[in-house]
């Protein structure tokens, strides 16, 4: 079964403003999402973290690169709202 990815504009425009090859690892890594978004099932660095409250997940993307997103299973959609730094991502969350 797969899921529909959605990627916000913010997370876009930040894709958009790296250079070609960064883009395209970006964008190989977060379609690993769409066959399983779950950690420890598929492909991709995920884990799972409780941030500000909610269920939320992350993808490792290289060593440069944090992807955070969440999983509305009821409609098979993954939900990327952030992308990182690897080095800011830990900063700010502290994972």
Do not use: C
Request: glycine share 6%.
């Amino acid at each position: 079964m797969s899921y529909d990815l959605f990627v916000t504009q913010e997370v876009q425009r930040s894709i958009q403003n790296q250079d070609h090859k960064s883009q395209r690892i970006i964008k190989e890594n977060l379609k690993k999402l769409e066959k399983n978004p779950y950690p420890g099932e598929g492909t991709g660095d995920k884990e799972k973290l409780p941030i500000m409250g909610e269920e939320r997940y992350r993808i490792h993307i290289g060593r440069t690169w944090t992807a955070f997103y969440s999983i509305v299973e009821e409609k098979k959609e993954v939900r990327v709202s952030e992308i990182l730094h690897i080095d800011k991502a830990h900063k700010k969350y502290d994972y």
